[in-house]
C-alpha cells in the first residue's frame, strides 16, 4: 500500500471524512494493546513504533541484538515476516531462504542474530527457546498484546514524526498515541528534524535517545565516482534518498515503490533500460536488495544494482546498553 500523502499533512478534510473510522480501528487496537499477553520464561525486548512505515525499526532491532551478543546473551530476533508466504514459527535461513517466503526484514535480521518468523507471536517465542534462546528481540510489536514484553523501545522518525495525528485511516497512527505510550519505556527519536516533538512533549516522563542511520564509508566512496538512479520500496522512500544525498551520492533519478514492494520483470527492465540510457548507476536499499535477489525474472537487476548499506548510530549508546541490561536483571 501506498500511503496518502495528507497523512503527513495538518489535518484537513480527508482526515475529518475518514476520523469515524480511525476512532473504530483505534478502538479495537487500543483493546488488543491491554491485554496482559503471556509469559515465554525469557525476557522480550520490543522495537515497535506508533505509525504504519518505516521509522528505523530493523536497524534498531538489529542494534540491540547486537548489544546483547558483546554481552554473552544468545538473542533471537522474532519477526511476523511481513511480505512474505510463511505463517508457521520456523527458523530463518539467510542464504536459503527467499524474501517471498519470510520477508525482507527476516533476512536481514538473520545476518545478525538467529531469527524466528512467525505470525503467532507466542508461538514464535517458543520456538526460539527451544532453538536456544535466552533473550528475544521482538522487530515490530507494540500494537500486538499476546506476547508480554519487559521492554518496550518506540522509534520514532523525526522528520516526519507522527503526521497529522490521527488513527488509520484517517492518518497513520497505529491506534492511538496515549495507548500506545502506556506500553511504551523508553524513546528512540531517528535522524534530524522537529516532528517528533509532539510526541516528546507527551511523554516528559519516558527515557529519550537520539540516532541516525549512518551510510557505510566504503560503499559511499565507490559510489560517489557515477550519478544514480536511486529506488526504494520501504516505508519511506524519501528517507533513503536523502540519507544517499547527504552522503554525497548525487541522486539523479528517483523511483518511489509501495511498502515491501514485489518487483516484476517489466519494471526491473524499465529500471535498467533508464539507467542505461542515461549514463546512471542503479542504488537501492538492503530491504530491496533483500526482496529482489533469488527470483529469475530480476537476476538482471539483482546484478546491476548497488546497495547503500546503513548502521544506527546512537548518541549515548552507553546509557542504553545500561537500561538494556537493567530491564534484563529485573
Known sequence: MREPGFW??????QSALLSPFGMAYGAVASRRMQKSG????VPVLCVGNFTLGGAGKTPTAIMLAQILTAEGRKPFCLTRGYGGSNVGAKQVGPETDSAAAVGDEALLLAR??????????????????AHGADVIVMDDGLQNGSLAKDFTLAVIDARRGI?????FPAGPLRAPLIAQLRRTDALLVIGDGAAANTV????????????????????????????ALAFAGIGDPEKFFATATDAGIEVAE????????????????????????????????EKDRARIAGDPLLAALAAK??????????????????????KLGR
Open 112 to 129: 545478525t542474530a538467529p531469527t524466528i518468523v512467525a505470525r503467532d507471536r507466542v508461538a514464535g517465542a517458543q520456538a526460539a527457546i
Open 8 to 13: 503527513w499533512e495538518e489535518p484537513g478534510l
Open 38 to 41: 503471556a509469559r515465554c520464561g
Open 200 to 227: 516528546i512533549a507527551a511523554a516528559p516522563h519516558l527515557t529519550m535517545f537520539h540516532g541516525r542511520l549512518t551510510p557505510d564509508p566504503a560503499a559511499v566512496a565507490s559510489l560517489k565516482a557515477r550519478k
Open 163 to 167: 503526521g497529522n495525528g490521527c488513527v
Open 305 to 326: 544494482s548497488h546497495v547503500l548499506p546503513v548502521t544506527l548510530a546512537v548518541d549515548d549508546a552507553d546509557a542504553l546498553r545500561r537500561l538494556i541490561l537493567e
Open 254 to 285: 528517483r523511483r518511489s515503490f509501495a511498502d515491501h514492494h514485489r518487483y516484476t520483470g517489466e519494471e526491473a527492465g524499465d529500471l535498467i533500460m533508464q539507467a542505461e540510457r542515461d549514463g546512471l548507476s542503479l542504488l537501492t536499499t
